[in-house]
Every structure is written in structure tokens, then in C-alpha cells.
């Protein structure tokens, strides 16, 4: 995944992450197939090759951070119950604002300009969208909420109160 996903936007064939790996050709093939068949990669469109290019070309089409997953069923059930879409609503704008923050302290501050994703460059032929920049604001995201459900007192209260927490015992 990190040499696909190193290669960017233009994507990177199996002879190639062969040669840079030292891995026989037989391993990349069916890695390569088994990350294509769970989306984790797809085809570099055909129309955006440059001509006479016959290979394959594979390019990263998202990241995962963390350890979190949505089971497939909870996810439709939460849809079609408008319970997705009505937590987008409430934190759209609260969070679109965080972002806005997040961009300006990276922006502005030396030590954290390093870490923020280099603009134009790597975007998907697919979405138009920089991949690297969406992982970025959503590992900040992942990383506060997974501070705030694990750390904070109003969480353990909140639990508590719903019966899945017991206060600390001395």
C-alpha cells in the first residue's frame, strides 16, 4: 500500500512495485487483485495513460487510519433511518470551522508546515481530489475523537449515566 500510495496520482504497475521490493511478481499480482477486490486500489483510467502504455496501473484510492471499520449492515440501517445524514448536518459547520483552524495552524507555524499536505500535487484522475489532504484532516479527526471517547470525563459520564460505565471504584 505505501509504495502505491507513494506513487500518487499516476499510479505504479506491478513490474514496477516488483523491482522496487524485491517481491516475486506472483505475491504483487495476487496482493495487487485481493487490494482491487476490497477497493482499496483501483485501474489508473485507460483514457489518462499516455500513449502506447499497456501496463496496468494501480493507484491508491483511499487510506485507512486507525483500526476502525463500519459494519455494512449497521451502516444501511443507520441511512435509511436518516440517523447518518442528521449527524452530518449538526457537524458539518462545526467541523468545516475546525478544518479552517487546523489548515491555519499548519499553515503558520514552521514546526507543524511540514506535516500538511503539498497542494496540487497527487490528485486523483478519479475524484479530483488530493487523497493525502483527505487523510490528513480525517486522521485529525479520528485522532480528537478517539482522545475525546477514550479520555474525556464528559464521555465516562455519559456512560455511566446510559449503564455502560461504573464509576471508579477507590
Not at 448536518?89 to 508546515?113: A, G, W
Request: aromatic residues 10%.
Amino acid at each position: 500500500m505505501d509504495r502505491i500510495r507513494q506513487a500518487g496520482a499516476k499510479g505504479i504497475t506491478a513490474e514496477e512495485i516488483t523491482q522496487q521490493e524485491q517481491i516475486p511478481v506472483s505475491i504483487v499480482y495476487t496482493t495487487l487483485k485481493e487490494l482491487y477486490r476490497l477497493e482499496y486500489v483501483f485501474l489508473y483510467p485507460r483514457q489518462k495513460k499516455e500513449k502506447g502504455e499497456r501496463k496496468k496501473r494501480f493507484v491508491c484510492e483511499r487510506g485507512s487510519w486507525g483500526k476502525y471499520g463500519i459494519d455494512k449492515e449497521f451502516d444501511a440501517i443507520i441511512k435509511v433511518n436518516g440517523i447518518t445524514e442528521g449527524i452530518m448536518d449538526d457537524l458539518r459547520q462545526p467541523i468545516m470551522k475546525i478544518f479552517d483552524e487546523i489548515y491555519e495552524k499548519f499553515s503558520s507555524k514552521r514546526e507543524l508546515h511540514q506535516f500538511l499536505p503539498i497542494k496540487d500535487t497527487n490528485i486523483c484522475p478519479n475524484c479530483q481530489r488530493s487523497h493525502e489532504s483527505m487523510e490528513f484532516f480525517y486522521a485529525m479527526l479520528l485522532r480528537s475523537i478517539d482522545l475525546m471517547i477514550t479520555e474525556s470525563k464528559e464521555i465516562k459520564d455519559f456512560l455511566i449515566e446510559k449503564g455502560y460505565a461504573h464509576e471508579e471504584q477507590p
